[in-house]
């Protein structure tokens, strides 16, 4: 089973970018599928971005499309998440995991997890 790991999140003012990072323990890296996650205070959470094994192939919630870009690279067992143009609605604890598809957007879908990174967006 592969561990997780976030950082990069931090304070950021409104119309700002991050890059939050994700590495990844194991061998086996290049066989997941993975995804980022947010969860604001009160709130479910929900899926952001997911990204295929070679990615080739991304999706995202209609809400970061053209402002975030999801990535990765293998060699170094990392995934990547750009934010740019951040909104104070961005503003969550934000979380990659492993799953089972690209386009599987449900968290209860995804396998492993890493503790999470704050992202707060201030005006």
């Known amino acids: 089973q592969v561990q997780l790991v976030e950082s990069g999140g931090g304070l950021v003012q409104a119309g700002g970018s991050l890059r939050l990072s994700c590495a990844a323990s194991?061998?086996?890296?290049?066989?997941?599928?993975m995804g980022w996650f947010r969860q604001a205070p009160g709130k479910e959470r929900e899926f952001v971005a997911g990204i295929s094994r070679s990615g080739s192939i991304t999706y995202y919630t209609d809400s970061v499309k053209g402002r975030f870009t999801i990535s990765r690279d293998n060699a170094k067992k990392m995934v990547y998440l750009q934010m740019n143009s951040l909104l104070r609605e961005d503003t969550a604890v934000y979380y990659c995991?492993?799953?089972?598809?690209?386009?599987?957007?449900?968290?209860?879908?995804?396998?492993?997890w890493g503790q999470g990174t704050q992202v707060t967006v201030s005006s």
């Open positions: 194991g061998r086996t890296f290049s066989s997941y599928i």
């Open positions: 995991a492993t799953g089972p598809s690209v386009y599987r957007t449900n968290p209860a879908d995804f396998g492993s």
